[in-house]
């Protein structure tokens, strides 16, 4: 899988190089985000992980999904749906007031969370990536997240799911957004609040396969909190990672099925 995506990179690089050079404008992605040519491989896995148009263009060779019983993009359709009906929800301000106490501020949360749950691409510690050679796990086809999260040792769970932007965050960043648009903050972007919260999902929808040893390591701030002291929205997510001794693989784990949490 790490030789394809690298692959994948390689043709993007070069691709975008000569579209750049040849269109004399920044560089665009389906008219949503201005992407550098020069991208790190991080970022690229980044785009593949919650871009469905940027990695039908640029991984030609990614797994195919078809024929699985998996309804992991419908899922997210109706989550995303909670979550815009929550959010333009006039009573949310005051139901955020009270803190996160109540049915639906825990629906919402709830919604948050799982939404990047069922992205079909998760990023992988390599302590985790080891964790799935030692247990004869294939990673060159789909692989059922119900199988990745009930490996065991002496019946210890040994991985977990994790938010690379913590829900928690997120949640508060959608929610602050929902107030900035309200408000008429952020005057020059002409997106619409739907296209905006989207827009949110793709910055910070990250999930990453990591050890429980390593989950166990992000401790206090680390565990709810992002610091946003770096420009872009991998950065801020490594940076979380780097304080907390996590080493990322270069490449990418396709999963369906059941979601779990």
């Known amino acids: 899988m790490e030789?394809?995506?690298?692959?994948?990179?390689?043709?993007?690089?070069?691709?975008?190089?000569?579209?750049?050079?040849?269109?004399?404008?920044?560089?665009?992605?389906?008219?949503?985000?201005?992407?550098p040519v020069k991208i790190k491989i991080e970022q690229f896995l980044h785009l593949i992980s919650v871009d469905k148009e940027f990695r039908k263009r640029w991984w030609k060779t990614a797994p195919s999904f078809e024929n699985l019983?998996?309804?992991?993009?419908?899922?997210?359709?109706?989550?995303?749906?909670?979550?815009?009906?929550?959010?333009?929800?006039?009573?949310?301000?005051?139901?955020?007031?009270?803190?996160?106490?109540?049915?639906?501020?825990?629906?919402?949360?709830?919604?948050?969370?799982?939404?990047?749950?069922?992205?079909?691409?998760?990023?992988?510690?390599?302590?985790a990536l080891l964790v799935l050679k030692n247990n004869d796990i294939d990673?060159?086809?789909?692989?059922?997240?119900?199988?990745?999260?009930?490996?065991?040792?002496?019946?210890?769970?040994?991985?977990?799911?994790?938010?690379?932007?913590?829900?928690?965050?997120l949640i508060k960043l959608l929610i602050e957004l929902r107030e900035n648009h309200e408000s008429g903050k952020n005057k020059s972007s002409n997106l619409s609040l739907n296209e905006k919260i989207l827009e949110k999902f793709y910055n910070y929808g990250l999930v990453c396969i990591?050890?429980?040893?390593?989950?166990m390591g992000l401790k206090g701030k680390l565990r709810t909190d992002l610091s946003f002291s770096s420009k872009t929205s991998t950065s801020q997510m490594l940076n979380r990672y780097e304080k907390a001794n996590i080493e990322l693989a270069n490449t990418l784990i396709p999963v369906y099925g059941k979601m779990y949490r």
């Open 69 to 127: 019983k998996d309804n992991s993009l419908i899922q997210q359709d109706s989550l995303m749906k909670i979550i815009i009906g929550i959010l333009n929800d006039p009573n949310l301000k005051e139901l955020n007031q009270h803190g996160k106490k109540g049915q639906v501020l825990y629906l919402f949360g709830n919604a948050v969370a799982s939404y990047s749950n069922y992205n079909h691409y998760y990023l992988i510690s390599k302590e």
């Open 3 to 35: 030789k394809l995506i690298n692959e994948a990179f390689k043709s993007y690089l070069k691709t975008a190089k000569l579209e750049s050079n040849e269109s004399n404008m920044p560089y665009y992605i389906n008219n949503r985000n201005i992407v």
């Open 210 to 215: 990591i050890t429980k040893d390593e989950d």
């Open 139 to 169: 990673v060159s086809s789909p692989v059922s997240r119900s199988k990745i999260f009930e490996i065991r040792h002496n019946r210890k769970k040994l991985l977990t799911f994790e938010h690379m932007c913590p829900s928690s965050q």
